[in-house]
């Protein structure tokens, strides 16, 4: 049965690898986030950490889905004449 949260497993297995780096993990959960079926990642993020981060709170992983979880800050704008003349 597919798991909708981890449909190819990555986080699973990240999970299991020995001394995996903070860099792996990120680099991991760019290619989780990009399988994912479901635009809105937060509810599979949530029940990820629920399912494995419990249990690992101090691995890598975990602290790469708890900040996938924060919202990115507001877009400001750049560009335009504004964005080209220098201010002083």
Do not use: N
């Amino acid at each position: 049965m597919k798991d909708a949260s981890d449909p190819k497993g990555l986080i699973r297995e990240s999970y299991r690898i020995d001394g995996i780096t903070d860099g792996e993990c990120r680099s991991i959960f760019m290619d989780w986030a990009l399988s994912l079926a479901d635009p809105d990642p937060v509810p599979h993020i949530a029940a990820l950490i629920e399912r494995y981060g419990r249990d690992a709170p101090d691995h890598p992983m975990s602290a790469v889905l708890r900040e996938g979880l924060d919202r990115p800050p507001a877009a400001k704008r750049r560009g335009g004449r504004m964005g080209r003349t220098r201010q002083t």
